[in-house]
Antibody, heavy 118, light 106 residues
Framework: QVQLVQSGAEVKKPGASVKVSCKASGYTFSDYYIYWVRQAPGQGLEWMGL????????TSAQKFLDRVTMTRDTSTSTVFMELNSLRSEDTAVYYCARRGPSEYIDYWGQGSLVTVSS | ELVLTQSPATLSLSPGERATLSCRASQSVSRYLAWYQQKPGQAPRLLIYDASSRATGIPDRFSGSGSGTDFTLTISSLEPEDFAVYYC????????FGGGTKVEIK
């Protein structure tokens, strides 16, 4: 069965960086884009960007262009999202999610809570 | 930037009642719109894609309609497990989500 398993919760200080991992299994890793979506406490969903596991090409939403890096390791079927220059408003649950055959999200990771606090 | 606006923010209904949720796009997204359900502490779940197609395993009490800029998610008769937050998402442009509608027990 398809699974996306993310890394655990992190606590970071303002200005630091965080790198979240997402290990895929149960399907052909290179066949489906992976999205990153975040959700601040009590707030809605925010799309951050996507990566193509096949070629490693990524794109991100305008507001994250200069702060986010998405990469992948095909040998372990894992994608990574690194967010730099953290501020308190980056406190959120970060989800990786598979863009399925319908071209919408059909599977989600369990989420990784990132807390930014001094 | 393509903005999705959901209304109402909160819908207070009783089990068995009909729920009608709205999602309006700031420009046409054709039929490239999905609906997700999210319960507390869980990731969202895909309900409807391309405006009106039900995702695998979704009960037929959930239906979607609309095209262009105006879309509706209808839950024909609310079950206790349907009380949750619902989000719309478009893929006509770079993906974006609406702000959500909370369906709560009256």
């Amino acid at each position: 069965q398809v699974q996306l398993v993310q890394s655990g919760a992190e606590v970071k200080k303002p200005g630091a960086s965080v790198k979240v991992s997402c290990k895929a299994s149960g399907y052909t890793f290179s066949d489906y884009y992976i999205y990153w979506v975040r959700q601040a406490p009590g707030q809605g969903l925010e799309w951050m960007g996507l990566i193509s596991p096949r070629g490693g090409i990524s794109t991100s939403a305008q507001k994250f262009l200069d702060r986010v890096t998405m990469t992948r390791d095909t040998s372990t079927s894992t994608v990574f999202m690194e967010l730099n220059s953290l501020r308190s408003e980056d406190t959120a649950v970060y989800y990786c999610a598979r863009r399925g055959p319908s071209e919408y999200i059909d599977y989600w990771g369990q989420g990784s809570l990132v807390t930014v606090s001094s | 930037e393509l903005v999705l606006t959901q209304s109402p923010a909160t819908l207070s209904l009783s089990p068995g009642e009909r729920a009608t949720l709205s999602c309006r796009a700031s420009q046409s997204v054709s039929r490239y719109l999905a609906w997700y359900q999210q319960k507390p502490g869980q990731a969202p779940r895909l309900l409807i894609y391309d405006a009106s197609s039900r995702a695998t395993g979704i009960p037929d009490r959930f239906s979607g309609s609309g095209s262009g800029t105006d879309f509706t998610l209808t839950i024909s008769s609310l079950e206790p497990e349907d009380f949750a937050v619902y989000y719309c998402q478009q893929r006509s442009d770079w993906p974006s989500f609406g702000g959500g509608t909370k369906v709560e027990i009256k």
